[in-house]
């Protein structure tokens, strides 16, 4: 059965705006995007909403529904009382184009500060072999749809703007760890997720894993054992006495 | 809903949202029970430490075991030894009260809960913490964080004594409830300890060809498995040191008296 919900939703452009007031009609069934494509529908053409799947697997539409990072396609209504006014705000820690639609590019920008995968000189594409085991790990990293909402709820940036030179954040500190765990990698890459991309920073309040649509242990499977690989590196000095007097490397 | 402190000029791109949070839930009751948990372990532990009440034969709190010192009951000190001899006139548990508590401090399920909790960096997620820097455990003094794995190796001697502890208390009184709750203790605090974050790297994780090291595999795939449930097993072995601590205490208080005690 259909009802008129009540939504508050973020309009403006730039940094400047308002919660605006809408009465929405609401079928069952129905996701917080189809009310928005609703709105647009009936009462405001010009509100600008990022999306494609419909699916929760491109991560278009990452908004903030009640102060909680959510995708909007994969939030029901069923999960809101009838009489609860939904407030709908765009990602608080990226700078808003208009309305709902943030500009990501910070994460585009992180992104490319991380090198690629590196493989040994010696081994040419189409040489690898892996064995599952081996490559398992970091295979679920790879279900990431780059919805960057681990990056918006991420407090070191999201509460200190300041953090984000610093910072690569939880989304590109996993990328980091799944090339560090890769069989074939043969880059260092501890010292340089402690020193460049600000490991350090986190404080392992799991609020990556939290929002996470893809259920991805962010925090126990990448970063907390990144940390460990980091202390072997720096800050074990037994690690670093076994590995100069076996000769082993890390 | 508090108001935020003032935007810098890049801030201002972003929505200028003047509340705290727009959380509608009660984001605020996690970090309050957390809060009020970890402070009952504090309270209590502070004062076991300084209880005298220890040992009855064959039960001794865990919170003063081993009992290293020559003012320890001859049948309280740990295989009968004093190594700590007389000059040593402070509460036994202090000695060795570094180990279990160094570990709880540095681990990485506590952090999270005592950031959150007592710290509020964040109170809860897309909740404004309420400080103006923060560099995390980038520096001096949260990067000594990093020595966890090292309070994991004490951490293990304290389990395998404890669990020593339950083996006496089985073989001299089998019977009893207080030997029962020995044991769960020692499982639970032992199993807390190989959940540990550390643990699970130090078997294998740090590798990135599990295949050539079968054995270690198998380990990290069974302390992984404990690795998930790392948080209940943090707050029942915290739970259970308190009960059984506070058992053995009370039976050698004389304030616990039946027969199977």
Redesign the interface.
């Known amino acids: 059965m259909g009802y008129k919900a009540k939504f508050r939703i ?1 309009r ?1 452009e ?4 308002r919660l605006e007031d809408f009465t929405v009609e609401v079928n069952e069934g129905e996701v917080v995007l189809d009310v928005i494509h609703r709105l647009q529908a009936t009462q405001a053409p010009d509100l600008a909403v990022r999306w494609n799947c419909k699916a929760g697997k491109c991560g278009s539409c990452s908004m ?1 529904i ?4 959510r995708l909007g396609c994969m939030t029901r209504m069923s999960t809101f009382e009838e009489t ?1 006014t939904i ?1 709908v ?2 990602m ?5 184009i208009k309305d709902l639609v943030t ?1 990501v590019s910070f994460n585009y920008q992180k992104a490319r500060e991380i090198p690629s995968f590196t493989p040994p000189s010696d081994v040419k594409p189409g040489e690898y072999r892996m ?1 599952q ?2 490559v398992e ?1 970091s295979q679920e990293f790879r279900k990431c749809i780059e919805c960057f909402m681990c990056q918006n ?1 991420c ?2 940036i ?6 984000k030179q610093a910072f690569a954040g939880p989304r590109f500190l996993m990328r980091i760890a799944e090339l ?4 074939y ?1 043969v880059l260092e890459r501890k010292e340089s997720a ?1 020193e460049d991309h ?1 490991l ?8 990556c894993t ?2 996470c649509p893809e259920h991805i242990k962010i925090t ?1 499977n990448a970063l ?2 990144m ?6 590196r ?3 000095p037994l690690v670093w006495l076994g590995s100069k007097i076996f000769k082993r490397s ?1 | 809903m508090t108001q935020t402190t003032a935007e810098s000029p890049v801030r201002k791109q972003r929505a200028q949202l003047r509340v705290r949070t727009l959380r509608t839930d009660r984001w605020w009751l996690a970090p309050a029970l957390t809060f009020a948990g970890l402070m009952s372990f504090l309270i209590y532990g502070f004062w076991a430490i300084f209880d005298k009440s220890y040992f009855v034969d064959p039960y001794i709190a865990p919170f003063s075991s081993p009992c290293l010192a020559t003012s320890c009951p001859p049948g309280a000190r740990f295989l009968g030894l004093a190594p700590f001899g007389d000059w040593y006139g402070l509460p036994p548990g202090l000695l060795i009260l570094g180990l279990p508590g160094g570990f709880r401090l540095t681990c990485y399920y506590y952090r999270k809960s005592y950031y959150r909790s007592f710290w509020l960096s964040p109170p809860a997620c897309a909740v404004a913490e309420p400080h103006g820097k923060y560099t995390g455990e980038s520096r001096l003094p949260l990067i000594l964080q990093n020595i966890h794995r090292y309070f994991f190796y004490g951490a293990l001697v304290i389990g395998a004594i404890l669990t020593y502890d339950a083996i006496l208390a089985l073989v001299h009184k089998p019977g009893g409830l207080g030997t029962w709750i020995l044991i769960a203790n020692a499982v639970l605090i032992m199993t807390y300890t190989l959940s540990c974050h550390s643990c699970r790297h130090i078997t294998a994780g740090r590798l990135n060809h599990f295949s050539r090291h079968p054995l270690r595999y198998r380990a990290w795939t069974f302390v992984s498995k404990l690795n998930a449930k790392h948080q209940p097993l943090a707050w029942a072995s915290m739970f259970s040191v308190m009960i059984a601590d506070l058992y053995v205490r009370l039976v050698a208080k004389g304030v616990i008296t039946f027969p199977f005690a």
């Open positions: 973020w403006g730039g940094g400047e705006g903030e009640n102060g909680r990072p609860e407030t705000t765009p608080r820690t990226f700078p808003v500009d064995q085991v081996d790990r709820v407090h070191v999201r509460d200190h703007e300041e953090n560090d765990m890769h069989p990698d402690q600000g350090g920073y986190c404080n392992i309040t799991k609020c939290e929002v126990d907390i054992p940390k460990e690989r980091v202390v072997d720096k800050y074990d890390s």
